[in-house]
């Protein structure tokens, strides 16, 4: 069984940076494709960036593209999220996703990834 624990969450102002950090256990970490998504309150959870197996391929949101960046470290089994230039809409509660599989195909549907974190709070002000 896959587990999942997202930290490096918090409160932050308007252009400034956070990096969420996703620890996995339970299965080899090379082998989950990953994801991290977000829900803001009072609207659908939205897929964030993904990354294959080995982070040679990404794919990351029209919204935070050239801010967020998505990354991971197999031998530390963590998966990053580097986020810059944070702005209100940014906020939201970020969820670390994951799916097993014999290949990564840069997943984007909430219902591709069987396993979840407990999500992390991220809180951006003016």
């Known amino acids: 069984q896959v587990q999942l624990v997202e930290s490096g969450g918090g409160s932050v102002q308007a252009g400034g940076s956070l990096r969420l950090s996703c620890t996995a256990s339970?299965?080899?970490?090379?082998?989950?494709?990953m994801g991290w998504f977000r829900q803001a309150l009072g609207k659908e959870r939205e897929a964030v960036a993904t990354?294959?197996?080995?982070?040679?391929?990404?794919l990351t949101a029209d919204s935070v593209k050239g801010r967020f960046t998505i990354a991971r470290d197999n031998t530390k089994n963590t998966l990053y999220l580097q986020m810059n230039s944070l702005k209100p809409e940014d906020t939201a509660m970020y969820y670390c996703?994951?799916?097993?599989?014999?290949?990564?195909?840069?997943?984007?549907?909430?219902?591709?990834?069987?396993?979840w974190g407990q999500g992390t709070q991220v809180t951006v002000s003016l």
């Open positions: 996703a994951a799916r097993s599989g014999t290949y990564c195909n840069l997943e984007w549907n909430f219902g591709d990834f069987a396993y």
């Open positions: 339970g299965y080899t970490f090379s082998r989950l494709c």
């Open positions: 990354i294959t197996f080995t982070g040679g391929s990404t």
